[in-house]
Nanobody
Framework: QLVESGGGWVQPGGSLRLSCTASGFTFSNFDMSWVRHTSGQGPEWVSA????????YYAPSVQGRFTISRDNAKETVYLQMTDLQPEDTAVYYCHGIRTTTAYWGQGTQVTVSS
């Protein structure tokens, strides 16, 4: 199970940190990603981190503004988002995958507007 938190409303240029806490599986064995979904455009992959936390990847649209990290002792993955813009408005989901096993969170809404 994956449970996200930390979403909310923020003005353009603001920051938020999303958290996703895992339970029921060996978290450190799973690569984790954040995926966002907007009603008009469908899903967009945002960022990923490997199980050990040594490798990170970002979509060009968030590179330099978002930072993914994880704390395996706390079984939690984070997405620090800075300089948020209206186009970042979406439901953000965390996703864990290892070979053929995958988990999705329920999503957390991020709204960026003035």
């Amino acid at each position: 199970q994956l449970v996200e938190s930390g979403g909310g409303w923020v003005q353009p240029g603001g920051s938020l940190r999303l958290s996703c806490t895992a339970s029921g599986f060996t978290f450190s064995n799973f690569d984790m990603s954040w995926v966002r979904h907007t009603s008009g455009q469908g899903p967009e992959w945002v960022s990923a981190i490997n199980g050990g936390g040594t490798d990170t990847y970002y979509a060009p649209s968030v590179q330099g503004r978002f930072t993914i990290s994880r704390d395996n002792a706390k079984e939690t993955v984070y997405l620090q988002m800075t300089d948020l813009q209206p186009e970042d408005t979406a439901v953000y989901y965390c996703h864990g995958i290892r070979t053929t096993t995958a988990y999705w969170g329920q999503g957390t809404q991020v709204t960026v507007s003035s």
